[in-house]
């Protein structure tokens, strides 16, 4: 059976960045079938994909557009684990964020959430 | 981007009740349509991937049908514990993308 398990800090000051943990077990990060993703929700923006990242012969990201040109996912095999990074926060950033596991397009495993606020 | 458009939004519904669930896309995404459902403090738990696979361990009320735009979500017979939210999602192109959830109450 698949687990994910999140960690990082819930609460974040604006302009700083985000990092958050999704250590893996159960599977790979380097599975060849499967795609690592980063997905948050709050009341206003609902279920928001942010990025994934997978490995097929070596490793690929996509992100989404609204947080391009903020976010990086990595994976750390030597943990079988994966991160995200998002760089200036700011309170619209205030969400629920979710590590999730997809095979085929569907999200089959995901963590446990970690609600993060953006406050001083 | 696809968008995923769920009605209604909420609905009230008694045990034993057949309930069903649309969603519809802003375009053709063949059969790459998902269903979860999510209880309050909790991830979203998949039900049918593929328009209409149940996914292992969901009980057999559950049911999905639907390809191309136009998807839907059925309980055959309400249960207690399928007072929850329901998204849609679609696996067709990126970036994956959820409907705005659908809030089945107690009638």
């Known amino acids: 059976q698949v687990q994910l398990q999140q960690s990082g800090p819930g609460l974040v000051k604006p302009s700083q960045t985000l990092s958050l943990t999704c250590v893996i077990s159960?599977?790979?990060?380097?599975?060849?079938?499967?795609?690592w993703n980063w997905i948050r929700q709050s009341p206003s923006r609902g279920l928001e994909w942010l990025g994934r990242t997978y490995y097929r012969s070596k490793w690929y990201n996509d992100y989404a557009v609204s947080v391009k040109s903020r976010i990086t996912i990595n994976p750390d095999t030597s943990k079988n684990q994966f991160s995200l990074q998002l760089n200036s926060m700011t309170p619209e950033d205030t969400a629920m964020y979710y590590c999730?596991?997809?095979?085929?397009?569907?999200?089959?495993?995901w963590g446990q959430g970690t609600l993060v606020t953006v406050s001083s | 981007d696809i968008q995923m458009t769920q009605s209604p939004s909420s609905l009230s519904a008694s045990v034993g009740d057949r309930v069903t669930i649309t969603c519809r896309a802003s375009?053709?995404?063949?059969?790459?349509l998902n269903w979860y459902q999510q209880k309050p403090g909790k991830a979203p738990n998949l039900l049918i991937y593929?328009?209409?696979s149940l996914q292992s361990g969901v009980p057999s009320r559950f049911s999905g049908s639907g390809s191309g735009t136009d998807f839907t979500l059925t309980i055959s017979s309400l249960q207690p514990e399928d007072f929850a939210t329901y998204y849609c999602?679609?696996?067709?192109?990126?970036?994956?993308?959820f409907g705005q959830g659908t809030k089945v109450e107690i009638k």
């Open positions: 999730a596991r997809t095979s085929r397009g569907y999200f089959d495993f």
């Open positions: 593929a328009a209409s």
């Open positions: 999602q679609q696996g067709y192109s990126l970036p994956r993308t």
């Open positions: 159960g599977d790979s990060v380097s599975s060849n079938s499967a795609a």
């Open positions: 375009q053709s995404i063949t059969s790459s």
